[in-house]
């Protein structure tokens, strides 16, 4: 399990790299949250703990929402995130197994 530490600055690169795909600013995201830069600064440094309804105001000012979920579920979810890994099928498709291997493969 990752210390506090490394969780802050996972949280935090992840609004970072989120705040920069959306083209804003550390102050136009701040503001869109309500909180000032500097604490929005020190939020994404992974240098502060925020509340979690300052995580909400964030994440939601990014168009993200944030959940909890059980921690024996990360692996699937994780999975999930990488569904173009050749080896490997996805922990979850829309489509049957037969139609995966046909539509992925025919298209290559």
């Known amino acids: 399990m990752p210390s506090d530490n490394e969780t802050l600055q996972a949280i935090g690169n992840a609004f ?13 995201l701040a503001e869109l949250a309500g909180i000032s830069r500097p604490r929005y600064r020190d939020i994404e440094k992974g240098t502060v703990a925020a509340r979690a309804t ?8 990014l168009g993200l929402e944030m ?3 059980p921690q ?8 999930l995130m990488r569904p173009d890994e050749e080896d490997d099928l996805p922990a979850f498709s829309a489509l049957p197994d ?3 291997h046909e539509t992925k493969f025919s298209r290559s």
């Not at 970072?16 to 136009?28: F, M």
């Not at 300052?54 to 000012?61: S, Y």
């Not at 024996?72 to 999975?79: E, M, S």
Request: charged residues 15%; glycine residues 2%; hydrophobic residues 50%.
């Open 67 to 69: 959940v909890l979920i």
């Open 16 to 28: 970072a790299t989120a705040r920069l795909t959306a083209g804003l600013t550390q102050e136009q």
């Open 72 to 79: 024996a579920l990360l692996p699937a979810l994780q999975a």
């Open 98 to 100: 037969d139609d995966y």
């Open 54 to 61: 300052t995580l909400t105001n964030i994440a939601r000012a």
